[in-house]
């Protein structure tokens, strides 16, 4: 025991300088090696004790170190070996931030501004300033893409477009986005232009027919993205217009919810705060379009004083139900909600304006915004910490459309002026996603939209991903129908941003089939020994390497409040396999497929393993790992020329098997058994307690069932006492009586105790539809940043894997423990963050 006690101080001995006596190094060694028995050492700690020296010198900042006596131990480190270590790491850092980095320059000079009012000018204001000045701009670009380099000059060329970006994007302001749209740009038409010229085997059919395969896949990439660019450089950000003071002077209004199979529960609380909207009484008309013919519906409306409509056929599905109601309706505007998109009281108010002051404007469309967890997620657990698969779209692309005005019709939580609608026909019917189409209608007769992101209302999201993966198969099938029936690249009455824009939008979703070709490429030279890039491995990397790190650094800058950086691999690699064929099929028979409804407002009564929806990330994680192994026999027993290109494709594997394992993380299904979900957001509140007393609090969530409080004081409130509690919505207070479920500290749950109906629709219009009540959603949300962003993913990836030997069958049960042995013992085996002790 002495001995090894011996062993252990002279090995830390090594690294640190001990002037204090025995317990200043016990608490020392218990603070920097938590997971260590030092006085039990034994010879794999030989190898734990280095990795966690590194962790410590290179990763753990010393924000996150403890306080002394922790302080000496990092001043023995950085007078011994880690010491230099450490040193020269942060003379490196401190060096190349000096001459990289010119935040405060840039801070002291206002760059931001400086830009923006040159772009002011009056010499930009002409047409041909512009002109000559995108000319040039586009004629430098092209030489850059087009000039032959020597693999030095390459190098070269490559390192001043890093240091280029790493400037630049400290620089904020629009023209800065911009430079780094032409950057990014460049390198990745410079790779397509390698690829083209210099990467093709002419010699050999199977390495020209994959090889082709891939360039047409990276083509396909290469095109959306510069598309993408184009759509959301410049946001217009459009605000709300203010309308006339004499309420006599504004329009009247339609309210349509429709709705086929969703259960009352669901419509109850939309028909709620609709009936909660701003606006004069005698001017708005809320109509229940009822396609499910159900008398509790009927009754329902009828007890609440909401139009009923319903018809004799289903032709059409929603389309047919939202035209019918317009041969039976005759307000000057028509709003319309999904039956669980709940809006918020001042909808109308904000939006209508804009129609009063343009007669041309044809369209206002509202984020979609959802109080529920997606299937991503809920099953990946990082809701409101990540931003999910339509954040992109509601709050970046869609404000991108705007400034082309191509802003699209997305059929719920939009107001359409009805004559427009009535000169195109209604709501278009030949495709499943009648909703684009029918913008596209309104554009091509030269009317105008907008789109205003200020969330206005708020819905439930898919409750499983089958049922997720069921929604976008159909979005994906319609956008591909209106490719193919309407392209908007043809016809008459579109400019060429509107063509651009919906072009994107629909080549988005034609995915499928490149996805999965980037997630089977590596393995035709892994498995079938198939140059499909005919290169040497550092030719690759010069030029593959910048396409992806401009792409990543652009995108990171320019969406990163609202997507993370390799997520969207991640949501197409779990959709590829299923719209694949459905698109592939909509572009050459574009009227087959129907129009399937998305569920609501389901539960998922236990934790399971989606297998038949995730037989194809199975298959392909087979594959992979196949050729993984392939590539480990190859690298030891293959031709040493070869080794470089091994590594770097079974690299591309590694990553692949994560963004796979990504996928298998989602088909792992969390309990969903909460009927009402909550919503975090603190308002006001005032308890009334049975004594007569008040107590102010503060509400930190709240849903349909209860409320979370915060409480001035700890001890105030007891499990199962009865009291009553009132919210304010405006300059009207209403009161609900609660009892008390839950009390830890200061904080207290509270549910609602049978309320009538009139006191439902009270706190839905208390709650959901308050004006600021999705106004501040993913305000402390951390900004994107692609390194952390990619570890998510890769964390994202393991965890799918531990999840799938979770859930195998009895059958596996030897496997699963062995492999569960192996990966206690890497967690074993791994370093540790450093823990205070006293």
């Not at 410590?56 to 010491?83: K, N």
């Not at 027993?637 to 990553?655: H, K, R, S």
């Not at 209860?706 to 207070?733: D, V």
Request: glycine fraction near 8%; proline fraction near 6%.
């Amino acid at each position: 025991m002495a001995d090894q006690r011996s062993l252990g101080n002279r090995l830390l001995g090594l690294f640190i300088v001990l002037p204090e006596g025995p317990d200043a190094l016990k608490r020392r060694l218990l603070a920097y090696f938590p997971h260590i028995d030092f006085q039990h050492l034994n010879l794999l700690d030989l190898l734990r004790i280095p990795l966690q020296l590194l962790w410590l010198i290179l990763v753990i900042p010393p924000g996150q170190r403890p306080p002394p006596p922790g302080q000496r131990l990092r001043a023995g480190l950085r007078r011994g070996l880690g010491g230099s270590l450490r040193r020269g790491w942060q003379g490196l850092r401190a060096g190349l931030a000096r001459r990289l980095s010119l935040s405060g320059f840039f801070e002291h000079l206002e760059l931001d501004k400086v830009s923006e009012k040159m772009l002011q000018r009056p010499l930009w204001r002409h047409r041909l300033s512009r002109y000559l000045t995108i000319g040039l701009a586009a004629a430098v670009i092209v030489m850059c893409i087009t000039t032959p380099f020597t693999l030095l000059s390459q190098a070269l060329f490559v390192v001043v477009m890093w240091i280029a970006a790493l400037w630049i994007r400290r620089i904020p302001g629009h023209l800065a986005t911009m430079v780094l749209v032409a950057l990014s740009v460049t390198a990745s038409s410079r790779y397509l232009w390698w690829r083209f010229n210099f990467t093709l085997n002419w010699d050999d059919l199977l390495d020209l027919t994959l090889g082709l395969g891939l360039l047409a896949a990276e083509v396909y990439a290469w095109l959306v993205l510069l598309l993408g660019y184009i759509q959301t450089a410049w946001p217009l950000q459009r605000e709300a217009a203010r309308l006339p003071d004499n309420p006599d002077d504004w329009p009247t209004v339609d309210i349509y919810i429709p709705t086929y199979n969703e259960p009352l529960g669901v419509v109850r609380p939309t028909i709620y705060a609709a009936q909660g909207i701003d606006w004069p009484r005698d001017k708005i008309n809320i109509y229940l379009l009822d396609d499910g013919k159900r008398d509790a519906f009927r009754d329902f409306a009828e007890e609440v004083g909401v139009h009923y409509m319903t018809r004799t056929d289903n032709s059409h599905a929603k389309a047919g139900n939202l035209n019918h109601a317009m041969g039976k309706t005759g307000g000057e505007f028509i709003a319309i909600f999904d039956c669980d998109h709940i809006p918020t009281r001042s909808f109308l108010q904000n939006s209508v304006g804009w129609f009063l002051k343009d007669s041309k404007l044809a369209l206002i469309q509202t984020p979609h915004h959802f109080f529920s967890p997606d299937p991503f997620e809920r099953n990946l657990g990082n809701f409101g910490k990540v931003p999910n698969e339509n954040e992109l779209f509601y709050g970046l692309i869609q404000d991108g459309n705007d400034t082309w005005d191509a802003t699209f019709f997305c059929g719920s939580c939009a107001i359409i002026r009805r004559a427009p609608l009535e000169q195109i026909g209604g709501i278009a019917v030949e495709t499943v996603t009648e909703d684009a189409h029918t913008s596209l209608r309104l554009h091509r007769l030269g009317y105008r939209s907008a789109y205003l992101r200020l969330p206005q209302a708020a819905g439930l999201a898919t409750e499983s991903l089958s049922a997720h993966v069921g929604q976008r198969i159909r979005w994906a099938r319609g956008m591909a129908q209106i490719f193919r029936i309407d392209n908007p690249l043809l016809g008459k009455g579109l400019s060429l941003g509107q063509r651009l824009c919906y072009s994107n939008a629909m080549l988005h979703f034609l995915y499928g089939i490149p996805r999965l070709v980037f997630l089977t490429a590596p393995l035709a030279f892994l498995l079938l020994h198939s140059y499909i890039i005919y290169a040497s491995a550092i030719s690759l990397l010069l030029y593959v390497m910048p396409h992806i790190i401009h792409a990543s650094i652009t995108n990171s800058r320019n969406q990163g409040k609202y997507r993370h950086s390799f997520w969207a691999e991640v949501y197409e690699t779990a959709l590829a396999w299923y719209i694949a064929r459905p698109t592939t099929v909509a572009l050459f028979a574009p009227h087959k497929g129907s129009f399937n409804v998305t569920a609501k407002g389901g539960l998922v009564e236990k934790e399971h393993f989606d297998w038949s929806i995730s037989k194809p990330y199975l298959v392909l994680v087979m594959l992979n790992f196949i050729a993984l192994f392939a590539g480990g026999g190859r690298l030891f027993a293959g031709p040493e020329d070869e080794i470089q290109t091994v590594i770097i494709n079974m690299l591309w594997t590694v990553y692949n098997l994560t963004m796979l394992g990504a996928a298998m993380a989602v088909a792992a299904e969390a309990r969903q058994v909460r009927v009402s979900h909550r919503v975090g957001i603190n308002f006001p509140v005032v308890l009334h307690l049975e004594n007569g007393h008040l107590l102010q609090g503060e509400s930190l969530d709240y849903s349909e069932g209860g409320l979370g409080l915060k409480l001035p004081a700890e001890g105030l409130l007891e499990r199962g006492q009865r009291l009553s509690i009132s919210l304010k919505r405006g300059f009207r207070e209403f009161v609900f009586p609660v009892e008390v479920v839950s009390t830890r500290g200061d904080h207290a749950g509270v549910r609602f105790d049978d309320l009538s109906p009139a006191q439902e629709k009270d706190l839905v219009q208390a709650t959901f539809g308050r004006a600021d009540a999705w106004l501040s959603w993913g305000e402390d949300r951390e900004p994107d940043r692609p390194l952390r962003g990619f570890l998510e993913m890769a964390s994202t990836g393991m965890m799918g894997y531990v999840r799938l030997f979770h859930h195998l069958p009895p059958l596996f049960d030897p496997l699963v423990r062995r492999l569960g042995w192996l990966w206690d013992f890497i967690l074993w085996l791994m370093p540790r963050n450093p823990v205070t002790v006293r």
